[in-house]
């Protein structure tokens, strides 16, 4: 049973370029997640994706984006990219009343 | 003031220990806690997952949360080297799908 995976594993960017970073869920899951995980700190949430729309938002520019499709992976866009969203991207999935289970994340490098 | 605080060590202990992992919160509305495990380069595995307050027991774990004293704990006893890794506590409002807040985590070593 394939758990969450999350594409590339690591992209390096310069600023002011845009990413996208993909996501499909553990099998059986419906929801996905974002979060952002600076070195040393927890992840940050970003925001959530159920039913291809955008459930729940934290405390995030508008830079930052998301899609989820019909077989319920996602994507999450970020536009204009600043040196500080170089970070651990994590991806969580999961279903109703079940706790969230993470991929290993994309580590984006901004130059 | 954070929603969530934990104590990010480093924590360092010899193989065989009892280890205890700790995490205060502000907000009495969290009622589902969870205990994350992350080894360097990879994603937070999910350990332990509690509804309101009690205790709970899995292997060598055990998780307890005090919701009058806003604190949850993480015991792992008969501590192993393959324990080390960094423990995040994580909790949400109304359900395990919803917005997780996450600690800084607290890394551990556990020394043979």
């Known amino acids: 049973d394939a758990g969450v995976t999350q594409s590339p594993t690591h992209l390096i960017k310069t600023r002011g370029q845009q990413v996208t970073l993909r996501c499909s869920p553990k099998?059986?899951?419906?929801?996905v997640s974002w979060y952002q995980q600076a070195l040393g700190q927890g992840p940050q949430f970003i925001f959530q994706?159920?039913?291809?729309?955008?459930?729940q938002r934290g405390n995030f520019p508008d830079r930052f984006s998301g899609h989820q499709f019909p077989n319920y992976s996602s994507e999450l866009n970020v536009n204009a990219l600043l040196l500080g969203d170089s970070a651990l991207y994590l991806c969580a999935s999961s279903s109703l009343n079940q706790p969230q289970h993470f991929g290993d994340g994309t580590r984006l490098s901004i130059l | 003031q954070k929603e969530v605080e934990q104590d990010p060590g480093p924590l360092s202990v010899p193989e065989g220990a009892i280890v205890s992992l700790n995490c205060t919160y502000s907000?009495?509305?969290?009622?589902?806690f969870m205990w994350y495990r992350q080894y360097s380069r990879k994603g937070p595995e999910l350990l332990m997952y509690t509804y309101s307050s009690g205790n709970k027991e899995d292997g060598r774990f055990t998780a307890q949360v005090d919701k009058s004293s806003k604190y949850i704990s993480l015991f792992i006893r008969d501590s192993q080297p393959s324990d080390s890794a960094t423990y995040l506590c994580a909790m949400s409002y109304k359900n395990t799908g919803n917005q997780f807040y996450f600690g800084t985590g607290t890394s551990l070593t556990v020394i043979p």
């Open positions: 907000n009495s509305a969290f009622q589902y």
């Open positions: 994706y159920y039913e291809e729309e955008e459930r």
């Open positions: 099998s059986g899951h419906d929801t």
